[in-house]
Nanobody
């Protein structure tokens, strides 16, 4: 089992910044990929960004490319999502996820464990 705990969500004005954190614990030795997803009310959960367990091989959804950055602190087993120039359409519950897949792991089915989610609200 892998436990994932997100934090850092909140209310931010459009154009502002926010940093989400995801602390991983438990049986992480088989984890290869870490990802961030989001789900807005009435919509499907969608891919935002991913990186490998070492923090490399980053990949982003087109909607956030150039504005969001995923990174990992290996000493703390924590993954971050730095969100800059946020827009009202970024409003959603953001979820951290871990999985054993490699490559372009953008589908929810490619992840084994999920955090509880953290709400991000962007006001216009």
């Amino acid at each position: 089992q892998v436990q994932l705990v997100e934090s850092g969500g909140g209310l931010v004005q459009a154009g502002g910044s926010l940093r989400l954190s995801c602390a991983a614990s438990g049986r992480t030795f088989s984890t290869y990929t870490m990802g961030w997803f989001r789900q807005a009310p009435g919509k499907e959960r969608e891919f935002v960004a991913r990186c490998s367990w070492s923090g490399g091989s980053t990949y982003y959804a087109d909607s956030v490319k150039g504005r969001f950055t995923i990174s990992k602190d290996n000493a703390k087993n924590t993954v971050y999502l730095q969100m800059n120039s946020v827009k009202p359409e970024d409003t959603a519950v953001y979820y951290c996820a871990s999985g054993r897949g490699r490559g372009l792991t953008t589908a929810t089915s490619q992840y084994d464990y999920w955090g509880q989610g953290t709400q991000v609200t962007v006001s216009s």
